[in-house]
């Protein structure tokens, strides 16, 4: 019977760490992509076959690489959570991460508004937003190596 709770990952920690690791890059991958994408697709008119293109790059993107990596990555991250007991310093993670999944979540939904013709947000917006990955990943990963509380 699985024991939910400290250490209940036994000798699978490591394969789950590396698991966790490896979806984390691919994730992040797709969300440094998504938002450039979206800078590249703003100023295309709606419905010309560019325009398609990038629809179709985009959904792809989210298909392939973006949802399924963001989806292990949460299995993997939860998990190894439950295996630490949820120390400060990965509370504090997981705030970000949950940051993270809502920018997924919006940059998902920028694709829709874009391949319906609509631009609600600027390229300037675009390019300011696709530094949000950026500033994430250097906060998880300081609290990750230094674990500062």
């Known amino acids: 019977m699985i024991e939910w709770g400290v ?3 036994g000798e699978a920690y490591p ?3 590396a698991l966790h690791v490896a979806f984390v890059i691919f994730w992040m991958a797709g969300l440094f992509m998504i938002p450039r994408f979206l800078v590249y697709w703003h100023p295309v008119a709606p419905g010309v076959p560019e325009a398609l293109l990038w629809d179709e790059r985009c959904r792809r993107l989210r298909r392939i690489i973006l949802s399924p990596a963001m989806i292990v990555s ?3 991250g939860l998990s190894l959570g439950f295996h630490l007991g949820w120390p400060l310093w ?3 993670k997981f705030l970000f991460v949950v940051g993270l999944t809502w920018f997924h979540h919006w940059t998902v939904g920028m694709v829709k508004r874009f391949a319906a013709g609509d631009r609600p947000v600027s390229e300037k917006g675009l390019r300011l937003a696709n530094e949000i990955p950026s500033l994430v990943t250097l906060a998880v990963v300081v609290l990750v190596i230094v ?3």
């Open 74 to 76: 949460w299995l993997a």
């Open 90 to 92: 990965l509370v504090a």
């Open 7 to 9: 250490d209940w990952l």
């Open 147 to 149: 674990k500062p509380f």
């Open 15 to 17: 394969w789950v760490k």
